[in-house]
């Protein structure tokens, strides 16, 4: 399985981007795709996932009404529109294939519900 990611870039505060990620190959047994991201010197946060089945979504507090994640027409691609950025939301942005059931936030933003992650896509918001 790989998964590539487009659409990083640098955007002035307030400002807005789209991430996009589509995979390819053995994909079958995917429940989902989220996106996280990694600030120098932090670790890896959870920003976004959306199931397959019933199409959930889900959102850490500090994107919520500010980040969208939609998939893209029936693939195994989704789409993060992300609006009203801040240099906050400077970081890497990998997007990661979900492999192990579960429909709960807690199971959706652990990094061990992915097993397939994408190459990363910069994305800096200056002020």
């Known amino acids: 399985v790989q998964l590539q990611a487009f659409g990083g870039g640098l955007v002035q505060a307030g400002g807005s981007l789209r991430l996009s990620c589509a995979a390819s190959g053995r994909t079958r047994n995917s429940y989902g795709m989220g996106w996280f991201r990694q600030a120098p010197g932090k670790e890896r946060e959870f920003v976004a996932a959306?199931?397959?089945?019933?199409?959930?979504?889900y959102y850490a507090d500090s994107v919520k009404g500010r980040f969208t994640i939609s998939r893209d027409n029936g693939k195994i691609a989704v789409n993060l529109q992300m609006n009203s950025l801040n240099p906050e939301d400077t970081a890497v942005y990998y997007c990661?294939?979900?492999?192990?059931?579960?429909?709960?936030?807690?199971?959706?933003?652990?990094?061990?519900?992915?097993?397939?992650w994408g190459q990363g896509t910069q994305v800096t918001v200056s002020s």
């Open positions: 959306v199931r397959w089945t019933g199409g959930r979504s």
């Open positions: 990661a294939l979900n492999t192990v059931y579960g429909s709960t936030y807690f199971a959706l933003s652990n990094t061990t519900s992915y097993g397939f």
